[in-house]
Every structure is written in structure tokens, then in C-alpha cells.
């Protein structure tokens, strides 16, 4: 299953230290917006590293990771890069647009800096493509099946042929 | 010099306001000629989706008007079906909506003053400089804002958007923990109230000053009105709910996609400055205490005081809401009151055919829905009036007194003070959803 993730996926998750902690971001309303929320409800018992829903809240986290202090934080969210539905890909902080701040929304990429002020984390974004962030619930195939191979990666019991 | 100026201001996209809007000046040789705030979002049609609906899930539609003011369209949707079939809610239940407004009022005010006002009065462009300079008060905001949200989880159910607050009551009501919960963290809100009060009094608004008329909910009751009452002016002007047209005189203007109101004058303002003039003398001890400190006693006629009224306004929230959850403490929940989820299929609530109209202070003001429903309970017609298109014409006027007095100064400078005075109203021009939206450039 992890041959659908890229190299470079691959090794961010393959052999993920135990002091990793995983945000997952998202709107379940807004069809595959909904897969960091998909990923984050299939990992919570069986994870090799903790795991953190933000929702559609990312700002409520931040006590609660200053006070885990992670070294790592791995955020996997839908990101609209113009690639094919499912494809998965790390995505530069510096692509990641800084949109337009108010009291409705305060974006994941505004919230980490409040976090990493204090904590230094090593941050890393996982993008996955949606297909449609129509309202509705459910994800697409295409995402599904991506985030399980994500899911897969992280599972305690995956022990997954590090890539070269 | 300035008599002879001629400057032209165009703010694209006008920031930190919540969807779009844009501010257009044209001086020319020291005359006025063009003032507006253009709002170009497109409509989005809720009075339609609502015909045909049952008032019983009228709601949960009405809700996403609005991610912040989610409760507010709850309880004005659930206010206006209520009255449209003449059920007479608890007294338990209106606390429990009153406390439930509170907590609203109290996230939107403390995310508009700290993260989309401050940055103003501090200087910089916008909230993202302060996570660096100010990273113990940008997460002050944060944790305050997330005792509001979960308060609001543990009492309707979620974040945003209740799900327990339906017509007739709630259908799922807090037991003793959730009683301690609340009051805990609400404790704990208090003391990041006391570093809050002094940030916000340290700030320095513009002068400026442009009495125009006040509109807020008011009536006999001690408590500071902001479920039940008559619509009230500083004018003098005292309507039923039910007369809401009379006051809001809706308008069509070329250059909005939102309608323009008018009562008495040639507009008039709601919210937060507008209901401590009006309630001033109803304040609880402490949020008066600070209105004192502030110099805001009414009149208050300078807009940009909104902010500092929003500060007050938080300390009245946080300071009722203790008091709510203590009695309820104190005189315990009845739990028999609890409705069973659905659309009323048990007929727990009799229905019948009527008209009614909801009015509720929401974070941004007064805001109206108004039904006609059949006998079915199904709604017929729908309209519902919030307060930032009531406020646009208000604005607008400001911007045309505002200019002439500041027309010495640098056009940047006369730009963000503009900028300033439509954030002071804290506008909500529209809601977007929450995604994750990557520019990636494949090397």
C-alpha cells in the first residue's frame, strides 16, 4: 500500500521518532478537506507516534503542544497544489500562502509559529490533493486511498522497507 | 495646503475583516467627491433555502450564516419560529441562551480586539509580527478563545454551529460536572481578563467624533438586554420587534451587494458601542468599573470606541456568565425540560400558523429573522437582517465626516485610518471555509 506514497513520504514517516507528534487538520463537511480528520480518527489507538486533530480550530491547539514540546511535528492536511486527486507531497512552508487572517479563521501556517516561538520543532507539511472541497461528507476514492497509505505508514505495526 | 489636495484611495481588498470589501476615497482640490465602502461579495440566498423547512431545523440552516456568530442565528431562527407559533420558552432555557450569547460574544470580541484591531495600535501590518513580540499575549487570546469554544462544546454540543439549542429548549442539558467544568475555565478566563483590560487600556484610538443614532435591544428587565427586548434608539425611537422594517428601512445602493438601512437619521450604528449607550446604567459593577476607566460614558460618539466598548462588553460577558452557571449551581438543572432530538415528531411543542420575528444581540449588533409559517410548521416566507449591513451605511457616513478632518495627512496615513474605522466596526462581510490552499510551483 505504501507504494501509492513517494519516496520522500516515505521517509518522513518510515522510522518516525516516538517524540514525532502528528496534526491533522480539516472540515469532515467539505468532503476531502475531511482527510487529516479521516487520517487522525484511524490512527488515535494505533499510532507509533501521538497524534492531534486540530479541525477546522488549528489555533485551539497550541497550549496543548507547548506542553508536549514535541522535537518533530508532521502536519498532514488537504492542499490544493494542481496535482492529481490523492497525490501526497511535502509541501515548502514558503508555498503555503498566508491567507487572509480574521475572527472566522486563523490558518495552520499563522498557528505554527505561535507554537514553534516557544518549542523549536522541526515542522514538516504533508499536502494531500483533494479532488472536491464541495460541501458534503465522505472523501473521494482517489484521497481515501491515499490517506490509508498514510494511515498504513503510521501504523504501529507497519514496518515499512525503507526506500533509497 | 490641505484645502487644495487631491488624493484618491482605493483599498483593493480591505484585510482583517472578515470577506470582501473595498474602501474607495476621490479628493479633488480639497473636495469630496467619492466615499464609499463598495461590498462585492455576491448574495447567498438563506431566505431561500429556508422556504419549504421546517422551523424545527430552520436552525441548523441559519447557523452557517455565520462561523462566529453561529449561536446568534441559532437563537434569533429559534426566537422568531417560537414566536411564529406562539411557544413561550422557560425560564431555564433563556438562561441557558443568554449564558450561550455570552460565551459568543465574549470569542468574537477577544479575537477582534487582540488579533484584528491591535496590530493597528501597535503599529505593525497585521497579527503575524506579534507572534514574535508578543507570543505571551497572542496566546493569552488563543486560550481564551478556546475556553469560549469549549464551553460552548460542552453546552450545545460543538465548537460552532449548536446542535442541542432547538426550538422549545435544549435537547441535551449540562449536569453538575459540566457545571464545574464550565465555571472552572470561566475561572481561569478570569485571570487572563485582568492582563487583557490592561493591554486594551494602553491602546490609543484616533479622535475622532460623529454622533449619529444608536439602535440596540432594550427594556425593563436589570440585566443588560441581549436576548429579549423592544428595539430602542438613542433618538428616542422605541419598536416592537415585530415593527423591525421601521427601523430598518432597507435600501438598494449600486456599489453593495448588501442592502443599506436607515431609521431616524441618515443612518444609524449597532453593536457594542451601540448598546453601551443605550444599557450603560445596566453594566454589571465590574464592566461598568472599566467603562468608567475608558471614559466611555454616554454619549459615546467616536466609532473607533467600539473596541474599547467590545472590552467592556467581555468583561459583562465573563462576569454574567459566572453568575448564570452559579445559579444554576446554586438552584440546580432540571434535567425533566430536556427535548427529544428531531423535528418535533413526538408533537412535544404544538405547532400552528403565524409570523415572528427573532431579535438578538449578536457580537456585531442587533440582528432580525423573521418567519411566516404555515400550519404544518413549514416556513413560508423568510428574511433575515444582520447587523454589518445595517452598519455600512453608518460607515460610509463616518468616512465622509472622517476625510475632510484628516486630509493633512499622508495618504497612507488617511489609508489606514480609513482601514481603522471600518475594522472598528468589526464587519463580517461574509464566512469562508476552512482550507488548506497551496500555490505549488513543481521545479
Known amino acids: ?164 | 495646503m490641505s484645502e487644495k489636495k487631491t488624493i484618491r484611495v482605493n483599498v483593493g481588498y480591505l484585510t482583517r475583516v472578515e470577506g470582501h470589501g473595498n474602501i474607495v476615497v476621490n479628493v479633488k482640490r480639497g473636495k469630496l467627491e467619492e466615499c464609499r465602502l463598495d461590498i462585492v461579495e455576491s448574495p447567498r440566498f438563506f431566505e431561500g433555502m429556508l422556504r419549504g423547512r421546517s422551523i424545527f431545523e430552520a436552525q441548523h440552516i441559519t447557523s452557517r450564516i455565520c462561523g462566529i456568530c453561529a449561536c446568534g442565528h441559532t437563537l434569533a431562527s429559534i426566537q422568531a419560529a417560537e414566536a411564529a407559533i406562539g411557544f413561550i420558552p422557560s425560564l431555564q432555557t433563556r438562561k441557558l441562551r443568554n449564558l450561550l450569547l455570552d460565551l459568543e460574544i465574549l470569542d468574537s470580541h477577544i479575537l477582534h480586539i487582540y488579533l484584528l484591531v491591535a496590530p493597528d495600535l501597535l503599529g505593525v501590518k497585521s497579527f503575524v509580527p506579534l507572534i514574535k513580540t508578543h507570543n505571551d499575549v497572542v496566546r493569552r487570546a488563543l486560550r481564551m478563545k478556546k475556553t469560549c469554544n469549549d464551553i460552548c462544546d460542552i453546552l450545545v454540543g460543538r465548537h460552532v454551529h449548536p446542535i442541542t439549542a432547538i426550538v422549545g429548549g435544549f435537547t441535551k442539558l449540562p449536569q453538575e460536572k459540566d457545571l464545574d467544568t464550565m465555571l472552572g475555565q470561566l475561572r481561569r478566563l478570569q485571570e487572563d481578563m485582568g492582563p487583557t483590560i490592561e493591554l486594551a487600556a494602553s491602546l490609543k484610538f484616533p479622535v475622532f467624533e460623529r454622533e449619529t443614532e444608536y439602535v440596540a435591544l432594550v427594556n425593563n428587565e436589570e440585566a443588560y438586554p441581549l436576548l429579549e427586548g423592544e428595539i430602542g434608539s438613542s433618538d428616542g425611537l422605541r419598536l416592537k420587534k415585530e415593527e423591525y422594517r421601521s427601523l430598518t428601512n432597507e435600501f438598494v445602493v449600486p456599489h453593495s451587494s448588501a442592502k443599506h438601512t436607515k431609521a431616524g437619521r441618515a443612518s444609524y450604528m449597532v453593536g457594542a458601542l451601540a448598546r453601551l449607550n443605550l444599557n450603560y446604567a445596566k453594566l454589571l459593577p465590574r464592566a461598568k468599573a472599566l467603562a468608567d476607566r475608558l471614559g466611555l460614558r454616554p454619549p459615546v460618539t467616536n466609532p473607533f470606541l467600539n473596541t474599547a466598548a467590545q472590552l467592556v462588553e467581555c468583561v459583562q460577558c465573563l462576569e454574567d456568565s459566572v453568575g448564570i452557571i452559579e445559579d444554576f449551581k446554586t438552584n440546580g438543572v432540571n434535567e425533566d425540560e430536556a427535548l427529544v432530538v428531531g423535528l418535533n415528531e413526538n408533537k412535544r411543542i404544538p405547532v400552528k400558523a403565524g409570523s415572528g420575528v427573532g431579535a438578538v444581540e449578536v457580537p456585531r449588533g442587533i440582528l432580525f429573522h423573521h418567519y411566516e409559517v404555515d400550519d404544518q410548521g413549514r416556513i413560508v416566507n423568510a428574511n433575515c437582517i444582520i447587523p454589518t449591513g445595517q452598519n455600512l451605511n453608518n460607515i460610509e457616513h463616518d468616512m465622509r465626516k472622517l476625510v475632510p478632518e484628516i486630509l493633512d495627512k499622508s495618504e497612507q496615513d488617511i489609508t489606514l485610518h480609513l482601514e481603522m474605522l471600518v475594522r472598528a466596526y468589526d464587519p463580517c462581510i461574509s464566512c469562508s471555509a476552512h482550507f488548506l490552499n497551496v500555490k505549488f510551483i513543481t521545479r
Open chain 1, 1 to 164: 500500500m505504501s507504494n501509492l506514497l513517494p519516496v520522500e513520504i516515505i521517509n518522513v514517516l518510515n522510522f518516525i521518532p516516538e517524540s514525532t507528534l502528528v496534526i491533522t487538520a480539516g472540515n469532515s463537511f467539505r468532503r476531502d478537506d475531511g482527510v487529516g480528520r479521516y487520517i487522525a480518527a484511524r490512527l488515535q489507538a494505533d499510532c507509533k507516534v501521538r497524534v492531534i486533530d486540530a479541525g477546522i480550530a488549528p489555533e485551539n491547539i497550541v497550549e496543548e503542544v507547548i506542553a508536549l514540546a514535541p522535537r518533530r511535528i508532521v502536519v498532514i492536511d488537504a492542499a490544493d497544489f494542481g496535482g492529481r486527486p490523492g497525490t501526497v507531497k511535502v509541501i515548502p512552508e514558503e508555498h503555503i500562502p498566508q491567507i487572509t487572517l480574521s475572527t472566522h479563521m486563523i490558518p495552520l501556517n499563522v498557528v505554527m509559529p505561535i507554537i514553534n516561538d516557544r518549542i523549536r520543532a522541526d515542522v514538516c507539511y504533508v499536502g494531500i490533493q483533494p479532488k472536491s472541497v464541495d460541501f458534503g461528507e465522505g472523501l473521494s476514492p482517489e484521497v481515501r486511498q491515499a490517506a490509508d497509505a498514510l494511515i498504513h505508514c503510521l501504523s504501529k505495526k507497519e514496518k515499512v522497507k525503507r526506500e533509497k
